[in-house]
């Protein structure tokens, strides 16, 4: 996934804010599950199905700054009956600021790798949230990479 740091991204010194590599994981968990043909939440009358966050975390080796290009790298490191485990790695990418994020494939610099563990979950009528086995179809399209990013 790629996306370009807005101003509303950063904090007070214009780098930033640690917050949002929580959120771009999350996007580029959606975008995963998009390429696959599903969603990671569903609503019907009664029934709720989704995926509940275990664990989340993310170490920083450089910062981004407002209108650098960042491209958001995942992978399944881990998957059980019920769980997906991701690496999320963040590139900045060498590129004029101006241009759109399709339009580059320049340098790759590494500056923040994240890691993420969620449970499928769903809920009937007023019960509460219980973890449950990912459906079948999900489990088969996802495979866990091998090596690393």
Partial sequence: MRRRVEFVDTDMAGIVHFSNFFRWMEQAEHAFFRSLGFTLHSQSPGEMYGWARVHA???????????????????????????????????????????????????????????????????????????????????AAIDVAQGSV
């Fill in 57 to 139: 975390s993310c170490d920083y080796a450089k910062p981004l700054r407002y209108q650098d290009l960042i491209e958001v790298q995942l992978r399944v490191t881990k998957k059980s009956v019920a769980t997906i485990t991701y690496e999320l790695v963040f590139f900045r990418i060498d590129t004029p600021e101006l241009s759109t994020p399709e339009d580059h494939n320049g340098e790759r610099e590494e500056v923040a790798r994240g890691a993420m563990k969620t449970c499928c979950v769903s809920k009937e009528g007023s019960e509460t949230i219980r973890a449950r086995e990912m459906p079948a179809d999900i489990d």
